[in-house]
């Protein structure tokens, strides 16, 4: 069973879409770290060491995630995560702006995958499973 | 006439204290103290405290019982070593802190040759290796694990982490000399605390070796086992009054707080959750009976390092009286002679200030701390570690405080400060005073008789 860390980054306190993750990635199998709202960068990272998560799953709802998820790849990669896929999805930039262009950045700021609002948490589930095994 | 007489005994660094209580008629026959001796022969110590009991009380019957604990030779000093150092490093720090070990030295992720070469020479008495949530990380704890075995300290080892890797780490272990225990996880799961089982092995470790190997062992001819760490038992009689026995009614949440000549201690029972919906809680799990030790801030030993804490400027506001004072030849003093007592007004107020400095500044790093969040929906709060605002009671212990004209006056340096407003302290609690100095006797006591323990607790704080 992997273990993924979940959990909503920054000064958002979205909490409904966080538990639908919850709910639907435990029960397809995954040993699921919920770290809940409000979450800095460093408790992704230190909740992953420690449980030795396969998967970080940041969401963001309030706009600012493209702030809150400036340099976590590179500090995932300082505290030895470098292995570890990082997701990102949700309202994750201000204003409505073309995906395309918002994915190329967060994929370029080291993100895995990036999901635009709206997305089925089933696609993530596959994506799981793809990029783990 | 007949009498049940359970002694209780408190091996100090400093003194051995006695305590007889008449179990029959649930009252204190009396209390005694002399200076410990662990140098020659710890009974002396004893037998000289016992003679003045007897002598004090002739009418004490023949004693029936005898519970003892010890922090003598310097008390019992772990080393906790975990993963991350908020998380499992933290959490084996509290379950030392909790078994009524001084924690000097907490180490996180890979142990390094350097930090081997400072267990080796740091006399450490236990070593708590943990690392990893149940399932999680267990590269990091082999990794600790094979270090200290090729390191032969000759310190038990108790590993409390990830029990993934527990076969491994008995299989690195298993042949050795090292002594080895593998417990339960002190953090199971991200952020939960489990720090019993590793500190009811703390405990065995302490009554089979520890009192041995700082020669307190020959007590236990007279004492029976020495059963506990004496702050373990303080924080037993802590909880105690705090929870109550049956249908004896218990204070509810509080607080002890002992000011001694090395260290302070303070000791919360309580959830300390938040106490508005806005505010929400952050890091690990906090133990219901909380320990923290301070080992640089106390009355004697300790009396140079505060020094280095406060300015002159700041020690002014804690000093009552309008008199000059050479603060540098003052603490110096006192470090220097260690059983030093004072004898003017001046050395009094002196004494009170360095008390009211450890006071103020222990609860500064007892009490958890709330952060404001801006979020686009209001202010949001973090709060990291307890919510200590509502607690009921503040019980001082320790010599000055106990000997202090107005121990009061010292333990109000806990309240909620106008600087400090982001400290989660008590705002207005009870304040009671130790005088008999019983807390870790009844501690020692709650262990056969609890209810009287209890009661005694009650009718004897004031």
Do not use: W
């Not at chain 2, 200076?35 to 009991?53: C, I, Q, R, S, W």
């Not at chain 2, 990830?162 to 225990?181: H, L, M, P, R």
């Amino acid at each position: 069973m992997h273990t993924v860390v979940i959990g909503v980054i920054g000064a958002d306190v979205h909490a409904v879409g966080n538990k639908i993750i919850d709910h639907v990635l435990t029960e397809n199998d995954f040993n699921v770290v919920n770290i809940g709202v409000l979450s800095s960068q460093e408790d992704f990272i230190n909740a992953a060491i420690e449980t030795d998560a396969k998967a970080i799953l940041v969401s963001s709802l309030y706009g600012h995630g493209e702030l809150d998820c400036r340099y976590m790849k590179e500090n995932c990669e300082e505290a030895g995560l470098g292995h570890v896929k990082l997701y990102v999805g949700g309202n994750i930039v201000v204003g409505k702006q073309d995906f395309k262009t918002v994915e190329e950045r967060f994929k370029k700021m080291g993100f895995d995958r990036v999901y635009p609002p709206g997305t089925d948490i089933k696609k993530a589930v596959r994506d799981l499973r793809e990029d783990l095994g | 006439m007949n009498m049940s007489v359970h002694l209780l005994v408190d091996f100090g660094s400093t003194y051995t204290k006695l305590t007889a209580v008449d179990v029959e008629k649930e009252t204190i026959i009396g209390t005694s103290r002399a200076m410990t001796t662990v140098k020659t022969d710890v009974l002396e110590g004893f037998n000289l405290a016992l003679e003045k009991l007897e002598n004090a009380h002739p009418e004490m019957g023949e004693i029936t019982a005898v519970s003892a604990c010890s922090s003598a030779a310097g008390g019992l000093k772990m080393a906790a070593v975990g993963l991350v150092e908020e998380l499992t490093a933290e959490a084996a720090k509290r379950a030392c802190l909790g078994a009524g070990a001084l924690v000097n030295h907490v180490f996180s992720h890979h142990l390094s040759k350097k930090e081997i070469k400072q267990l080796k020479n740091a006399d450490v008495d236990i070593i708590l290796l943990a690392g990893g949530t149940d399932g999680g990380n267990k590269e990091c704890i082999l990794h600790n694990a094979q270090k200290l075995k090729n390191a032969d300290l000759g310190i038990p080892i108790i590993v409390a982490g990830n029990k993934d890797a527990a076969d491994e780490i008995d299989e690195i272990f298993s042949g050795t000399d090292t002594e080895y225990y593998i417990v339960d996880n002190v953090m199971p799961k991200l952020k939960k605390l489990n720090v019993d089982p590793a500190k009811e092995v703390i405990r065995k470790i302490f009554i089979t070796r520890i009192i041995e190997a700082k020669g307190i062992a020959k007590a236990q001819e007279k004492t029976g086992d020495i059963i506990m760490p004496t702050p373990e038992s303080v924080l037993l009689a802590a909880e105690l009054l705090a929870k109550g026995f049956e249908d004896e009614e218990g204070f509810g949440e509080l607080m002890v707080i002992d000011i001694g000549g090395a260290t302070t201690d303070v000791h919360t029972i309580g959830e300390g959750f938040p106490k508005r919906t806005e505010v929400l809680l952050k890091g690990l799990q906090e133990p219901f009976a909380k320990r923290t030790v301070e080992g640089d801030l106390g009355m004697r030993y300790s009396a140079n390092a505060l020094l280095s804490l406060v300015s002159p400027y700041e020690f002014k506001q804690y000093y009552t009286l309008e008199d000059e004072y050479n603060l540098e030849a003052s603490v110096k003093k006192r470090h220097e002679n260690v059983d030093y007592l004072p004898d003017t007004e001046e050395e009094k107020a002196f004494d009170k200030a360095l008390a009211r400095i450890c006071c103020d500044y222990s609860m500064s790093r007892h009490v958890g701390t709330v952060e404001v969040v801006y979020t686009p929906l209001g202010n949001m709060y973090y709060q990291t570690g307890k919510d200590l605002s509502d607690i009921n009671y503040v019980i001082g212990t320790g010599g000055v405080l106990i000997n202090s004209d107005e121990p009061k006056q010292i333990l109000k340096e806990v309240n909620k400060k106008s600087n400090k407003k982001l400290e989660l302290r008590p705002s207005d609690p009870a304040f009671l005073i130790d005088e008999a100095y019983i807390l870790a006797s009844m501690g020692l006591l709650s262990q056969k008789h609890p209810k009287l323990a209890l009661r005694l607790l009650k009718r004897h704080l004031k």
